[in-house]
């Protein structure tokens, strides 16, 4: 079974400085990996996503991710956080067809920005 | 550019009751999934829908929830007999096949 683990609950950073959030995946073959963004109250935004080829993905938002299957790990990044980037951070796995598609997602990371 | 809408927003009802819940996908997408989302954890997989068929139901989903899709577009899901555990937000989500997963706005349950 394929299963998500985010091990920071919640991280604080200061505005202006980089982020990286921790993601690790199970899973037997190539996954599929998806990183959500969740504002209070309010549904799950795409920020970026891994099916195959190169290893580091773009974003939307200046957030970029590194697949890593060795460890396996799919680590989110910014250079530089911005005050509304405050929100809970979801990272999925897929498995594509074999699982009708269906999304495990972690129990999510909060972030805080401070000013 | 219309994105997925659930409907209504906030259910507030007592415990015991029937509720139903709405989703309208993308319009051109043909898979809508279901999840729930209690509070401080991520989303879990309840079912998911290609076209009208449903494909797969989670252990998650008991013989208390049923979904639908008549049309292949719009969804319903439905709790019989509420339960206070059922309290948590109800996200659906649509996709075009095998292609990332949009997710509308929710509905937020709370069983008194």
């Known amino acids: 079974a394929q299963s998500v683990t985010q091990p920071d609950i919640h991280i604080t950073v200061s505005e202006g400085a980089s982020l990286e959030l921790r993601c690790n995946y199970s899973y037997g073959a190539t996954p599929y990996l998806f990183w959500y963004v969740q504002s209070p109250g309010q549904g799950l935004q795409l920020l970026l996503k891994?099916?195959?080829?190169?290893?580091l993905v773009q974003g939307i938002k200046g957030f970029e991710a590194e697949f890593k299957r060795s460890q396996s790990s799919f680590n989110l990044r910014k250079p530089s956080v911005h005050w509304s980037d405050a929100a809970e951070y979801f990272c999925?796995?897929?498995?594509?067809?074999?699982?009708?598609?269906?999304?495990?997602f972690g129990e999510g990371t909060q972030l805080t920005v401070n000013p | 550019d219309t994105g997925v809408s659930q409907d209504p927003r906030h259910k507030i009802t007592k415990r015991g009751q029937n509720v139903t819940f709405r989703c309208d996908p993308i319009s051109e997408h043909n898979r809508l999934y279901w999840y729930r989302q209690t509070l401080g954890q991520g989303p879990e997989f309840l079912t998911y829908?290609?076209?009208?068929?449903?494909?797969?139901k989670s252990r998650l989903l008991s013989d208390r929830f049923s979904a639908e899709r008549p049309k292949g577009s719009f969804s319903t899901l439905e709790i019989q007999r509420t339960e206070q555990g059922d309290s948590a937000m109800y996200l659906c989500a649509s996709s075009l096949y095998f292609n990332e997963q949009f997710f509308g706005p929710g509905t937020r349950l709370t069983v008194l």
């Open positions: 829908f290609q076209n009208e068929a449903q494909l797969e």
């Open positions: 891994y099916f195959s080829g190169d290893t």
């Open positions: 999925a796995v897929g498995a594509g067809e074999t699982s009708g598609s269906r999304l495990t």
